[in-house]
């Protein structure tokens, strides 16, 4: 592989990643992206947003063969008609593996030991693969609490998406940003956390940004080194 070039290098795609509670709006954050936009459902949770109403650039997943299906989309969907994928909700395909899993089993209801390692397998292969797409990529989830233990050996519970530890991190690694989407109670107004603290995971290598308004979450602020290298890149043109 060559070495790395600015000159050469491809234009700049982004990948994000919000977790929140079911019904909080992650998939309403969709009509914020520019550009053409297709939906990669896999929960079904477009039904009920007027933005997606009437709108065809849907994958909707058999929930009885959710991996066949997601194989399936992975053969036939073509980045290059496409802006922006919208992968939404990861943490509802993990369920339904294991739902499809436990079939196979003598009671139905069971999952077997090797089926948790499959999934890591599985999930981290179509992330890996759907990343290479030349499409911005927005991945939702629910979210849930995690133990973490800090180097002193404290534990404290802290806020994460709903992904098995393993594919969990490798899809938190590979995102530009991994935000908390929350709402306040009395104005109903929604957020994103985009600070980690303690209590919540979050990143932020886009902008400064500490957090946003919903509508703002796709508005990247160019930081001062950004606005250089642009600067030297219109002094080479």
Do not use: H
Request: proline share 5%.
């Amino acid at each position: 592989m060559p070495a790395f070039s600015w000159d050469n290098a491809p234009k700049e795609n982004y990948r994000w990643l919000v977790y929140g509670v079911p019904g909080v709006g992650k998939t309403t954050l969709s009509k914020y992206l520019k550009g053409k936009t297709y939906l990669l459902s896999l929960d079904n949770s477009f039904r009920r947003i007027p933005f997606w109403q009437g709108n065809n650039d849907i994958w909707v997943i058999d929930p009885n063969k959710p991996i066949e299906d997601v194989n399936k989309f992975s053969e036939v969907f073509d980045p290059d008609q496409y802006d922006n994928l919208v992968i939404d909700n990861i943490s509802n395909l993990q369920k339904l593996f294991f739902v499809e899993k436990a079939r196979e089993t003598k009671t139905g209801l069971d999952n077997k030991i090797s089926d948790y390692g499959e999934w890591s397998t599985y999930i981290t292969r179509f992330i890996a693969y759907a990343f290479k797409w030349d499409v911005n990529i927005l991945v939702t989830a629910w979210e849930t609490q995690n133990k973490i233990t800090d180097p002193s050996g404290q534990e404290f519970m802290q806020y994460g998406p709903d992904i098995r530890p393993n594919p969990r991190d490798y899809l938190m690694g590979n995102c530009d940003l991994v935000a908390r989407m929350i709402q306040k109670p009395q104005s109903r107004e929604r957020g994103l956390i985009m600070q980690g603290s303690i209590d919540t995971y979050a990143k932020n290598r886009l902008d400064q940004r500490k957090g946003c308004k919903a509508e703002d979450l796709f508005k990247i602020e160019k930081s001062d080194l950004d606005k250089a290298v642009d600067s030297i890149k219109r002094g080479k043109s």
